[in-house]
C-alpha cells in the first residue's frame, strides 16, 4: 500500500499527467480499472493566477475521482504560491509541482525539466507552493538536465527538507526527452537515500511490469503514462481483450463518461478522436477504424458509429 502525507492510495499505480489526454473521464475510467491516483494534466500558474477560463476548466473533478492530484507548472515562486492557494476552494488531496517536462514551449519559459538546472530557485518554487497549500504537496522530476548532470537525488533531499511529500522520478534526463530508455538504477539510487515515497516513471508498459520495477528498485509505486492512452487495462491485473467487442465495450464506457462530465464534446472533439483511436492499434483493419474515427463531424456521429464496430 501507498500512502503519501496522510492518504492511503488503493493501489501504488498511478496515472501520469498526460497533455491533451488526462482529462477528467479518462482520469475516472482509469481509476475505474484500479488506477490508485490519477494527476490531472499540466496546469499553467499562470492560467490560474490570471483567471483563464481554458486552465479553470481544468479543475473540473468529482468525489468519484478521490483522492485527486493538480499538477502545476511555473517558474515565478510568487506565482506558483498564488496560484497554490487559489487550488483550494477546489480541495484537492495533492498539488503535484513538474519539474520534469522537456517539451520546448514549457522550458523555453524556465519551467518543467528546466528548473533542475537550478537548484536553488526549485527550492524557492517548492517552499512557495507548500506554505500556501493545506494539502499534501508532491513533486515529479528527470533524473537531471543531461547524462553528465544526473541530480535527482539532491532535489529529492532538497525537496523532503522542504516539505514535499512525495517525489517521482522520471528515469530520463531533460535532454533525452522521451527518446532513449529510461534508466531505473537512478530511481532505485534517489529511493535509496530518501525518507519520502519516491515513485518510478518510464517505460512501464503493463501492470507486470509495474510491480517488476518496484521489486526492482524498491521505489514505493510508479506512473504511468502513455501506456495508459487507449489500454487503461494496464492498471489492472486484467490484460487487455484480444477481441474487438471487448475493447468497444470500454470505448462505450468511456463516452458515457465524456458525454456526462464534458458539457460541450464537440468543442474537444479532436481530443477525444485521438483518445479513440488509440483503443483500437494493433487489430485487424485498425488504421480503417481510426480513420473513420476521424471522419466523424460531431460527438453523435461518433457514438453511433462507434457502436458498429465489433
Given at each position: 500500500m501507498l500512502s503519501i502525507g496522510s492518504i492511503s492510495l488503493s493501489s501504488p499505480l498511478v496515472l501520469a499527467p498526460l497533455a491533451g489526454y488526462s482529462d477528467l473521464p479518462f482520469r475516472l475510467l482509469c481509476r475505474q480499472f484500479g488506477a490508485g491516483l490519477c494527476v490531472s494534466e499540466m496546469i499553467s500558474s499562470h492560467g490560474l493566477v490570471y483567471g483563464q477560463?481554458?486552465?479553470?476548466?481544468?479543475?473540473?473533478?468529482c468525489n468519484e475521482e478521490r483522492p485527486v492530484s493538480f499538477q502545476l507548472f511555473g517558474a515565478d515562486p510568487a506565482i506558483m504560491g498564488e496560484a497554490a492557494a487559489i487550488l483550494a476552494p477546489y480541495e484537492p488531496d495533492f498539488i503535484d509541482i513538474n519539474m520534469g517536462c522537456p517539451v520546448k514551449k514549457v522550458t523555453k519559459r524556465g519551467a518543467g525539466a528546466a528548473l533542475m538546472t537550478d537548484i536553488g530557485l526549485a527550492e524557492k518554487i517548492i517552499r512557495a507552493v507548500v506554505d500556501s497549500s493545506s494539502c499534501p504537496v508532491t513533486l515529479k522530476i528527470r533524473s537531471g538536465p543531461d547524462s553528465k548532470t544526473i541530480c535527482a537525488g539532491d532535489f529529492t533531499r532538497m525537496a523532503q527538507t522542504n516539505g514535499v511529500s512525495a517525489v517521482c522520478v522520471h528515469g530520463r534526463t531533460w535532454k533525452q526527452g522521451f527518446s532513449g530508455v529510461a534508466d531505473w538504477a537512478i530511481v532505485k539510487e534517489t529511493k535509496a537515500s530518501a525518507e519520502i515515497p519516491v515513485l518510478g516513471n518510464g517505460d512501464v508498459q503493463s501492470n507486470e511490469q509495474?510491480?517488476?520495477?518496484?521489486?526492482?528498485?524498491?521505489?514505493?509505486?510508479?506512473?504511468?503514462?502513455?501506456?495508459?492512452?487507449?489500454?487503461?487495462?494496464?492498471?489492472?491485473?486484467?490484460?487487455?481483450?484480444v477481441s474487438v467487442d471487448g475493447v468497444t465495450a470500454v470505448v462505450s464506457r468511456h463516452l458515457e463518461l465524456i458525454d456526462y462530465h464534458i458539457k460541450e464534446p464537440n468543442r474537444c472533439l479532436g481530443s477525444i478522436k485521438n483518445h479513440l483511436g488509440k483503443y483500437f492499434k494493433g487489430f485487424p483493419n485498425s488504421s480503417k477504424v481510426r480513420k473513420e474515427i476521424f471522419e466523424q463531424q460531431d460527438f453523435i456521429s461518433l457514438r453511433s458509429f462507434l457502436q458498429t464496430i465489433g
Open positions: 477560463s481554458k486552465t479553470i476548466s481544468m479543475l473540473a473533478s509495474a510491480l517488476t520495477r518496484m521489486r526492482q528498485s524498491g521505489c514505493d509505486g510508479v506512473l504511468i503514462g502513455r501506456a495508459a492512452i487507449g489500454n487503461p487495462w494496464v492498471f489492472s491485473v486484467e490484460e487487455r481483450p
